[in-house]
């Protein structure tokens, strides 16, 4: 049973390119978590999405940031006309349905924005 | 703010002693889980703690929750340098919706 796999692995844009990170959960998993983590610091909820439903975006920017969990496929995290300030790194993580959510993580997209 | 908040920032400590990081966080919560991130990698599950518990063992890991305090430590003993590692917790609202994490603690054992 492969973990959450997350590619690129490394990502380098040039600003006002666009980035598209993607994720494929775990088997079973239907709950997929985007997070960003600067160096140094914890990660930062971005938001929180399940088979073709945004369930809480309550953390990622209203602007050029967006995501998708297709019926089929992976979770796409897509931001738009890149800055240098969206450098980071970005997780994702999946959870089984039910109430203790405990969460599986990629190994993250570094995203370095020129 | 963060909803969890870890202390110390950064802990340095021989190997064979034990490390004791702490976690507080702000509103109600459903339970309280410690990862584990090594440099550059994804955050590994440790252990879940729910509200209703008050300590919980997995190997050489101890947690305790206060909800009273709204406080939470994780203790890891015989500590090896393989535990070199960044410590988060995080909290989960009633909802069940999403986990807050705090800024973590990043913990060095020196062999």
């Known amino acids: 049973n492969a973990g959450v796999m997350q590619n690129p692995r490394h990502l380098v844009r040039r600003r006002g390119q666009e980035a598209r990170l993607r994720c494929s959960p775990m088997?079973?998993?239907?709950?997929v978590y985007w997070y960003r983590q600067l160096p140094e610091e914890g990660l930062k909820f971005m938001v929180y999405l399940q088979k073709e439903n945004i369930i809480d975006e309550s953390g990622m920017p209203k602007e050029r940031f967006s995501a998708e969990f297709p019926k089929e496929g992976p979770s796409i995290l897509r931001i738009q006309q890149v800055v240098r300030g969206d450098s980071a790194a970005y997780f994702c993580a999946s959870s089984p349905p039910g109430q203790a959510r405990k969460l599986f993580f990629g190994s993250g997209t570094q995203l370095s924005v020129l | 703010s963060q909803q969890g908040e870890e202390d110390p920032q950064a802990l340095s400590i021989q190997e064979g002693e034990n490390a004791t990081m702490n976690c507080s966080y702000k509103?109600?919560?459903?339970?309280l889980q410690w990862y584990r991130q090594n440099s550059g990698r994804g955050l590994v599950h440790l252990i879940l703690?729910?509200?209703?518990?008050r300590e919980k063992h997995s190997g050489r890991l101890r947690v305790t929750l206060d909800t009273s305090k709204k406080s939470s430590s994780l203790l890891i003993t015989a500590s090896r340098a393989a535990d070199t590692a960044s410590y988060f917790c995080?909290?989960?609202?009633?909802?069940?919706?999403?986990?807050?994490f705090g800024g973590g603690t990043r913990l060095m054992v020196k062999p």
């Open positions: 703690i729910r509200s209703n518990e």
């Open positions: 995080a909290t989960s609202n009633n909802a069940g919706n999403m986990l807050t």
């Open positions: 509103t109600s919560i459903n339970n």
């Open positions: 088997k079973g998993h239907s709950h």
